[in-house]
């Protein structure tokens, strides 16, 4: 079975600060895939970014990008000029890939990080 | 277009009832799930459904249980309700081809809360 661990219960940073939300991720999985949910207040699931973990070259979506280490584990998020609208809680989630019935299986979820964005 | 579609939005009951929230995704993804998120924002699987067969069943009471009309639709119908049941429940939805998997959009949520 997955594990996935997010060791920042809450973070607190300035508007247009950079910020870094740390995963880390249990598997015998030699491919699967990696993803950041962001939960705002209003309780939606926004997918932010995604990581196949075959790819080498880490994912960037505009503001958000990932630090992927596969040999460690880990699969920390970097918000850049953090804005008030990304305060939300984080979730880190890893799904296996399809051929080993990830699909099926779904997500993984860490327990999540609260981001708070100060003005 | 909403993708994900669950109603209703909040459901207040008494311990003891019967109820069920619905969901619809016009995705035309082949899997669909039930996710709990319970008081500490912790979000854990509950069911998947892959073209109307159960898939996984985590360690669910079995007074849940999800029914699928059809390939667009997870309904979850818990029967005697406790107190412990009080969440938000989440329904999802994603495409599984032979080598890749696409994420899972998820609906906004039913709030239960069961008094």
């Known amino acids: 079975a997955q594990t996935v661990t997010q060791s920042q219960p809450e973070m607190s940073v300035q508007e247009a600060e950079t910020v870094t939300l740390s995963c880390t991720y249990d598997?015998?999985?030699?491919?699967?895939?990696l993803f950041w949910y962001k939960q705002p207040p209003s309780r939606q699931m926004i997918l932010v970014i995604r990581?196949?973990?075959?790819?080498?070259q880490n994912a960037t979506e505009n503001r958000f990008s990932v630090n992927f280490q596969k040999a460690a584990k880990s699969f920390s998020l970097k918000i850049s000029d953090s804005q008030l609208g990304d305060t939300a809680m984080y979730f880190c989630?890893?799904?296996?890939?399809?051929?080993?019935?990830?699909?099926?299986?779904?997500?993984?979820f860490g327990k999540g990080t609260h981001l708070i964005i100060q003005p | 277009d909403t993708a994900v579609s669950q109603t209703p939005k909040y459901l207040v009951t008494q311990m003891g009832n019967d109820k069920s929230i619905k969901c619809e995704q016009n995705?035309?993804?082949?899997?669909m799930y039930w996710y709990k998120q319970d008081s500490k924002k912790f979000l854990k699987i509950m069911f998947s459904?892959?073209?109307?067969?159960?898939?996984i069943n985590e360690t669910v009471p079995n007074r849940f249980s999800p029914k699928s009309p059809d390939k667009a639709h997870l309904n979850l119908h818990i029967n005697s309700l406790e107190l412990g049941d009080s969440a938000v429940y989440f329904c999802a939805s994603s495409q599984e081809g032979s080598s890749y998997n696409s994420p899972l959009h998820f609906g906004n949520g039913t709030r239960l809360t069961v008094t």
């Open positions: 598997t015998s999985e030699s491919n699967y895939y």
């Open positions: 459904y892959n073209n109307k067969e159960l898939i």
């Open positions: 995705l035309g993804h082949d899997t």
């Open positions: 990581q196949e973990a075959y790819k080498q």
């Open positions: 989630a890893f799904m296996k890939h399809a051929y080993s019935g990830g699909g099926a299986d779904g997500l993984t």
